[in-house]
């Protein structure tokens, strides 16, 4: 995979996960007071998909820079 075909999987991948990441953040606002531990669990996985969102903004920084793009 060329560096510019895997920078255009990272932007997918980012996109993808933004939105995830959204919709559940979105869904833990919906969900009662009584669904403590649905909840917890929501925003401990929308935080994991945080960090693999940071992990792919510093690969796409880098490929990037290596492409000589911002």
Do not use: P
Not at 9 to 34: F, M, N, P, S, Y
Not at 45 to 62: F, K, N, P, V, Y
């Amino acid at each position: 995979m060329s560096k510019r075909d895997e920078l255009r999987q990272v932007d997918a991948d980012l996109e993808r996960l933004r939105a995830e990441v959204a919709a559940l953040r979105d869904q833990v606002g919906e969900i009662g007071a009584t669904d403590a531990v649905e909840r917890a669990q929501m925003i401990n996985m929308a935080d994991e998909q945080q960090s693999l969102i940071t992990e792919l903004e510093a690969r796409r920084e880098a490929l990037a820079n290596a492409l000589g793009e911002e």
